[in-house]
């Protein structure tokens, strides 16, 4: 029996180093994740405070000169806009897009049946006009009797 209780005590020694050893780790990993806790709290901190100094600096400057950042944007768009070659062929790109649209052919097309009618009816007016100026030619023709022979 002795050899027995021997190897009981030496599988309970080992049996209580592996328990240590595993006891040993796992608060060597919970410091660890503690130390990781604390950086990350602090990083969220951080960046809760960066946060909301962005929402106070965002709500002064739309308070404070909303008009003055839209003219600046707007600016910038239009210096962009007409200032660069890639600007303007964006500018052509889009009236090319807006001109094709059903609305946009529409119109065009009313525009040019009005300066059809516009231009046929100054054609009737010029007419109208030469017509008179011819007959009151006439008519002063005849009263001071250098009339034309009419054929």
Sequence with gaps: MDLMD?????????KAARTT????????????????????????????????????????????KPRRIRWMVAGSLVTWAFGTETGRRQISRLADKVMEREPARDLRSRAEQAAGRIADRAQE???AA??????????????????????
């Design 21 to 64: 050893k595993k006891l040993e780790g796992a608060e060597e990993r919970k410091s660890e994740l503690e130390s990781e806790n604390r950086i990350l709290r602090d990083e969220l901190d951080r960046t809760d405070r960066l946060q909301s100094r962005l929402d106070e600096l965002v709500e002064r400057s739309r308070a404070k």
């Design 6 to 14: 021997k190897l009981g005590d030496q599988r309970s020694q080992m």
């Design 130 to 151: 030469q017509t008179k100026v011819q007959d009151v030619t006439d008519k002063v023709q005849d009263a001071t009797g250098n009339a034309k022979p009419k054929s």
């Design 125 to 127: 007016v010029t007419d």
